[in-house]
């Protein structure tokens, strides 16, 4: 690719927080670097979204995405400008009964065995740590290692870097069509570049069909600040089951401490387009919250908002080339793990369009899962 | 409600009425409400609900409007 005498090495379509983190990954890789973005940069799903750094075990492929991209972000922690507001707060995974303690139990076993610091905390360990919970619940695992931060700052300085190492940025350009090695933008402009990666979120659905994207919206809620109220990212145990239960509308627990000491309340899913704020869904998700956190409703709540995560069927993101354009890389499908994963994303797909080692199993992520296959050769 | 009462800010002892609002009250000590995000003293502005600035800590809620708050016998005003 270094050889090609194509203006850009390589364009990345979308300058959300996984765009930027392509587009960064691209320079440092000696590539030159274009990235194309048609509204507002880090200002769709990366904006809208919680920012919690956390590691996640509902798949085997989700734990080893999220668990490297959360050590990438370590090691950026010391570069990142004090706005982009990373603490290490960790998570608390609350165990609301004796049942859920020993799903806690077995989580802390999986997540040790994979070199995660965690450890069980009794009731009453639970309360010194986290003393706005309610009394009576059974226990929670502590993720110390897991943090926070603001993901459109995040994503800004993720960019800015790309810029400092010579990528450039075309604002205010919609993609219409994508062809190998060639970018098509809304007023007939054409953006040449030896390889593509799309990372336009809900709206890659438009560039690649074959990839079954669906928008999950939800809600957030955040309050004034009350410093000292809140000190983990504090998560109901069942939150995996109930967010991806697949019924019409799910609300779970999952409060953020911000820096301001503000406190970013949600969350909700549900399949829809539409933008607005649900009143019904909105004080379902608040009810669930104040069940585990009584004093919740003596907070001022400032501001609700809606965002679209980025969903695919089997809960994991499109980290790789079209099996049919292999030229074309996506890096889509993120779901709610986006700000997480994208430093993960980003040295995973370099890996592959590089065809250096790849520092994870790449196989889970192929594009190619959800591609029909229209050539009967190869069958016996 | 008697006609004048003892309120309390930042532990001090101070004579109001029920008629009196918060933000009045603390206009009338001459002091200030809050402290903004980036460190600047605050009190009351527009006085009717709208602006915000004069939040400042009344009992237990760290986000109370002094302007449309009346005094209250025993009450705990904190400011900054």
Redesign the interface.
Known sequence: MASSNRTFDLAVIGCGIVGAACARAGTRAGLRTIIVEGSLAGGGATAAGMGHIVVMDGSEAQLALTLYSRRLWQQLIPELPEAAEYRSCGTLWIAEHEAELELARRKQAKLAGQGVACEILDARQLMEAEPCLRPGLAGALRVPDDGVLYPPIAAQWLWQQAQNAGAVMRSGAIVTRIQEQAIHVAGGDRIQAGAIIVAAGSQGAELIPEIPLRPRKGHLLIT???PGFLRHQVVELGYLQRAHAGTESSVSFNLQPRA?GQVLIGSSRQYSHDRAVEPDVLSRMLARAQSYVPRLG?L?GLRAWTGFRAATPDDLPCIGPLPNRPHIFAALGHEGLGITTSLGTAELLLAQMLGAEAPIPAGPFQPARFFIETSPAGHA | MPETFTVFINGQPVTAGPETSVAALLLRERMVNRRSCAGQLRAAFCGMGICMECRVTIDSDAHGLGCMTFCRPNMKITTL
């Open positions: 004034d600040r009350y301001t003596d001022r």
